[in-house]
């Protein structure tokens, strides 16, 4: 298996820019997670979704951010207009959620830089 | 929502001593435990969980870690490091039935020669 996938693993954008993460969760995980790592704030969760469905988006910082899962296997996090503030490594983590017992399995993360 | 502390950020250990990192958590009420670890410029990886039953755990790479229910604490254990153990180690919480993972600051762990 290949394991989450994310796309793309840097990325180096301007103040005011559209930023488009991407995540493949595994075949067959229903559900998907997106994280923010920052030193200051450590592991945040932005996004939950089960089956599709966003089920639990109270970490997404403000209406900048926005994230979508069209089918099981793919999810996009948006974030625009981007600001230096945004600045983190954003994970994507997948999992057969049966009540918080099954292990999150993450991606190697997106390393985002906005200047 | 549960709240992690991982009493140590920085641990420095020398290749071949035992290493233990700590973390406590807020709640008594039923919860499952794990433990991650996170490589430099890599996601993080299950070391190990604690579901049910016998409340010591044992994961990969050597480490293992046991549950105090009356102290809410989770300890992560190794009686031997090696060098490839320099990571950063997480340890999370969820309470039973709920999605959510509590992750602690993280302990980074440097392993000398």
């Known amino acids: 298996d290949a394991g989450v996938i994310q796309s793309p693993r840097h990325e180096v954008t301007e103040m005011g820019q559209e930023v488009t993460l991407r995540c493949k969760p595994i075949?067959?995980?229903?559900?998907l997670f997106w994280y923010r790592q920052t030193m200051m704030r450590g592991l945040e969760l932005l996004i939950y979704?089960?089956?599709?469905?966003?089920?639990?988006d109270s970490g997404m910082p403000e209406d900048r951010f926005s994230a979508k899962m069209p089918n099981a296997s793919f999810s996009t996090l948006k974030i625009q207009p981007s600001e230096p503030r945004d600045s983190a490594v954003y994970f994507c983590?997948?999992?057969?959620?049966?009540?918080?017992?099954?292990?999150?399995?993450f991606g190697p993360g997106t390393r985002l830089l906005v200047l | 929502a549960q709240s992690v502390t991982q009493l140590d950020s920085q641990v420095p250990v020398f290749e071949e001593a035992p290493v233990e990192l700590r973390c406590n958590y807020s709640s008594s009420v039923s919860v499952y435990l794990f433990w991650y670890v996170q490589y430099p410029n890599q996601g993080l990886q299950l070391l190990l969980k604690?579901?049910?039953?016998?409340?010591l755990v044992k994961g990969i790479n050597g480490f293992e870690a046991e549950f105090n229910k009356s102290q809410t604490s989770f300890h992560l254990r190794k009686p031997s490091v090696h060098i490839s153990d320099t990571a950063e180690y997480f340890c999370a919480v969820s309470d039973r039935g709920d999605y959510k993972l509590s992750f602690g600051a993280g302990t980074t762990v440097t392993v000398r020669a």
């Open positions: 983590a997948s999992s057969l959620a049966r009540g918080g017992r099954e292990t999150q399995y």
């Open positions: 604690y579901l049910s039953g016998s409340t």
């Open positions: 075949s067959g995980h229903n559900s």
């Open positions: 979704f089960n089956n599709n469905v966003p089920i639990d």
